[in-house]
């Protein structure tokens, strides 16, 4: 395969052929490429090479057993000297023309023998087929999910209202200076026109994976604003996360964004450094990132 960015069909294809390791260089990088950006071959790519190795560690070849070894030997044994009593046969003169030979005889023998082989041959395959389809069907689905679904699910089970904060502080470098220390989370916290900051909530976003969400009040419309930030290096760790695919790519300098509908609500996202933030109100999405500075609604024009 030439060098050039893949089509999602072409990465599809190599997925089996990266997992086994017959992948030339230059296709796994292109792939690995690929799927950096496109969460939903990722998440394919990842399910076949746990599938593997689950197949590698609960079915291992298991090594024949001397019964089994010692009738394949024989028949196979049998099967070679029947060929050659045929061929010894085949070139003795014919005494009497009408005397039935004995080759029909050895002949049916040696097809029988092989009949029985192949079903034995069939009834092992059909026990390993059928292992292996209960395997599949027991196997758990790794679960994902959305960035602004779950986004919108945590608006809604706060109905938009006002959550008590894990870092209680109206001083946006005070809490980027406790976000740092304590949780490992350096970032900027955006500074919103009109809107007073009330802190950050840290809590569980998703299960197994925790991040902060910044809480904006507007007074002159009485309603919150809730900003989730992410650490794009712990996105791609935990593998399970992921944000829609049309935001990611449209969100390049910091003054880009991308507006989502989910459920009515408008999220709005963007990338800042290495964090991805995701903000949701009740105002239209262009309207809320007016109030992040320094996004502009320009920029989408």
């Avoid at 109206?170 to 955006?190: H, K, R």
Wanted: hydrophobic share 35%; proline share 6%; with cysteine.
């Amino acid at each position: 395969m030439s060098k050039h960015n893949l089509t999602k069909v072409e990465a599809l294809k190599l997925i089996v052929p990266v997992v086994d390791g017959e992948a030339t260089a230059d296709e796994r990088q292109a792939f690995m490429d690929f799927i950096a950006d496109h969460p939903d071959v990722r998440n394919k790519y990842e399910s076949m090479k746990n599938t593997k190795s689950l197949l590698s560690s609960r079915c291992p070849c298991e090594t024949a057993p001397d019964s089994l070894k010692k009738f394949v030997n024989k028949v196979c044994n049998k099967s070679s000297a029947e060929k050659e009593t045929e061929n010894s046969i085949s070139n003795m003169p014919d005494r009497d023309p009408k005397q039935p030979s004995s080759k029909s005889y050895s002949s049916s023998d040696g097809n029988l023998k092989k009949l029985i082989f192949g079903v034995a041959a069939s009834v092992l395959f059909l026990i390993a087929g059928w292992q292996l389809f209960s395997f599949f069907n027991s196997s758990p689905q790794q679960p994902s999910y959305n960035i602004e679904e779950y986004a919108y699910r945590h608006f809604n089970k706060h109905n938009g209202n006002y959550v008590e904060p894990t870092i209680n502080t109206a001083s946006l470098g005070n809490a980027e200076i406790t976000l740092a220390a304590d949780y490992n989370m350096p970032m900027t916290i955006p500074s919103l026109k009109n809107a007073s900051f009330k802190g950050i909530v840290y809590n569980e976003f998703v299960p197994n994976f925790k991040a902060p969400m910044l809480e904006y009040h507007l007074p002159s419309a009485d309603e919150y604003i809730y900003i989730f930030a992410f650490k794009i290096k712990q996105l791609k760790a935990f593998k399970k996360l992921f944000r829609n695919q049309e935001a990611v790519n449209t969100c390049d300098r910091p003054k880009d964004f991308h507006v989502r509908e989910v459920e009515g609500k408008h999220i709005v996202s963007w990338k800042w450094n290495n964090v991805w933030y995701a903000a949701i109100s009740n105002h239209n999405g262009d309207k809320l990132a007016s109030l992040v500075k320094p996004l502009q609604f320009s920029s989408r024009k």
